[in-house]
């Protein structure tokens, strides 16, 4: 069983910054393939950006340029650093883990709302 806790979420403004976190639990986290999806009302959760446990990275056309994703492995935790946001970025903001050979595991999401 793997958990997962996201935070760094909040409002801001057009043209902004934030950084999320996701703390993870496992002695593997090394091993995870770790993602970013997000789900706008009325709208399907989509992929944001993942790191594989290479540390490969791949991101949705939407964020490229201005998102970044990373980890940290001694922390257990991945980040996604958000600059230059936009309106249409505002969405709840989910965490998901793949580790090796097993089924994938969820945060319960953190709220980013852009708006002036």
């Known amino acids: 069983q793997v958990q997962l806790v996201e935070s760094g979420g909040g409002l801001v403004q057009p043209g902004g910054s934030l950084r999320l976190s996701c703390a993870a639990s496992?002695?593997?986290?090394?091993?995870?393939?770790m993602g970013w999806y997000r789900q706008a009302p009325g709208k399907q959760r989509e992929l944001v950006a993942r790191?594989?446990?290479?540390?490969?990275?791949n991101y949705a056309d939407s964020v490229k340029g201005r998102f970044t994703i990373s980890r940290d492995n001694a922390k257990n935790t991945v980040y996604l650093q958000m600059n230059s946001l936009k309106p249409e970025d505002t969405a709840v903001y989910y965490c998901n883990a793949l580790p090796p050979g097993a089924t994938d595991y969820w945060g319960k999401g953190t709220l980013v709302t852009v708006s002036s």
């Open positions: 496992g002695s593997i986290f090394s091993a995870y393939w």
């Open positions: 790191i594989t446990s290479g540390g490969s990275t």
